[in-house]
């Protein structure tokens, strides 16, 4: 199994990894297998149909608005929020769309954007399929593609395979399971944080990747420090405040009263969290972590590290390794998406990662770092996946704030102990998997129950 560190961590926009940056990236692949057929010229219209929790919750996630800017030949990585805006405001006041920047035709969303959230296609619930015809209205080419959660995208050949076409360079370390991570690890006399990072070092020198660990670990801070600047309502139609502003000034007013407080740590985390979820709810840059719904948890648990634990760069890349590790376990073994498996695969995954980065970051054994990804999941499982009017905002930005406390709870209770425990991170991993294919589809990112139909929309 090798997924990077980089293909868990990545740049990209809000409100939602599978039904923002998933589309609008399957769009991009649709286009570049027009240009390679050479038909790119030929299309006069694209016809894009949205399934089950792509359509159901699509409008909230602002999937249409990604599947306009990926046919525009926009990526998530690169993309300018306010220049999207232009863009998508452009192509619905004039009704045409220059498909990959260079060849225009006429976009009509009420006849070319299908919203089919009664049809559940039976490899994953996130499926969008792209549609090309000529003048002639004969159909050019048509394609599949799934998205799988946290940006990663499979096409109709791919997930039949079960697995990437491209596996990707042979590592070092190779592992499917937790056992088999710490098996690797205690054999070569490594952390988990070396062994990742001997094997992401195949893929590219070892110092782009401590270039890369450090990238991140800016951007994750430097979304926070967005999100605590900026006042205002997210959009959306719930009238929902940005409250992180107001809470980071009050904190800093009450600051001596609240050096009393032996838990004031906790109120600076849960800002944390907050502001960053704030961002991507606003549709701002964010990175994945492993989600874009769970995108507040480890850069809030990252920071309570540096700001609580006094720490250091290596200490920063050992968290984001360790907590990659973790990840990639879940994305091999379970899933790290919504729609599959409830929100206990987003903010439930994003928890155990970050549970995991802490111990490591602040010197826990292998044993008490499978300990704490443990503990944290095990303590999410079941949890559902179920936003009012399809938007990241009730309940997934306080949900945030919530594991990001219990991450750190969990990395505690980890170092209370010596490693070893009942229940192994790979039985959890298999546990969560399971409730995720018993949970209702109602609980799993289509707004059909929970909060979004027992609570009324404000």
């Known amino acids: 199994m090798n997924v990077s560190v980089f293909d868990l961590f990545k740049m990209g926009v809000g409100p939602s990894s599978s039904h923002t940056m998933g589309p609008m990236t399957a769009a991009c692949r649709f286009l570049a297998r027009l240009k390679h057929a050479g038909q790119l010229a030929q299309v006069a219209r694209v016809e894009v149909a949205l399934y089950a929790s792509l359509a159901l919750t699509g409008r909230g996630h602002a999937t249409d608005r990604a599947v306009i800017l990926g046919l525009a030949g926009f990526e998530p990585r690169s993309l300018d929020p306010d220049q999207a805006e232009q863009v998508v405001d452009a192509v619905r006041a004039t009704g045409r769309l220059k498909l990959a920047g260079e060849h225009e035709i006429g976009f009509d969303e009420a006849r070319d954007l299908l919203w089919e959230g009664r049809t559940r296609l039976p490899q994953h619930p996130n499926a969008l399929r792209f549609s090309a015809y000529d003048a002639q209205e004969r159909k050019l080419a048509e394609r599949t593609y799934f998205s799988i959660g946290g940006g990663f995208v499979r096409d109709e050949d791919e997930m039949g395979q079960n697995a990437p076409s491209d596996p990707g360079p042979e590592v070092p370390y190779p592992f499917d399971s937790g056992a088999e991570l710490l098996e690797q690890a205690e054999r070569a006399g490594l952390s988990i944080a070396e062994l990742v990072l001997a094997n992401e070092s195949v893929r590219r020198p070892q110092v782009e990747v401590l270039v890369g660990l450090d990238e991140i670990a800016g951007a994750m801070f430097a979304c926070i420090d967005r999100g605590l600047r900026v006042e205002g309502i997210l959009p959306g139609g719930l009238k929902v405040p940005r409250r992180a502003y107001k809470v980071h000034q009050n904190l800093i007013c009450d600051a001596d009263r609240r050096i009393a407080d032996p838990l004031a740590a906790l109120d600076w985390v849960n800002l944390w969290a907050l502001s960053v979820n704030e961002e991507n709810a606003a549709g701002g840059r964010v990175v994945t972590a492993p989600t874009n719904g769970a995108a507040g948890l480890l850069p809030a648990v990252l920071r ?41 695969g987003e903010v439930g995954v994003a928890c155990s990662m970050a549970a995991a980065g802490l111990a490591a970051a602040v010197g826990a054994t292998n044993a008490q770092i499978e300990n704490a990804a443990e503990i944290a999941m095990e303590h999410n499982l079941g949890l559902t996946c179920d936003p009012i009017g399809g938007l990241v905002q009730i309940p997934c930005i306080e949900r945030n704030a919530m594991g990001a406390v219990k991450a750190i709870d969990a990395a505690r209770l980890a170092l209370l102990g010596d490693g070893r425990h009942t229940v192994s991170l790979d039985k959890v991993i298999a546990t969560m998997k399971r409730t995720g294919e018993d949970m209702s589809a109602i609980y799993k990112e289509t707004s059909l129950g929970g909060l979004a139909v027992n609570i009324a929309e404000c």
């Open 304 to 344: 309570y590290y540096e700001r609580f634990h006094q720490g250091t760069a290596d200490g920063r890349r050992t968290f984001l390794l360790t907590a990659a590790a973790i990840g990639a376990l879940y994305k091999k073994n379970a899933s790290i998406s919504g729609a599959e498996v409830g929100c206990q």
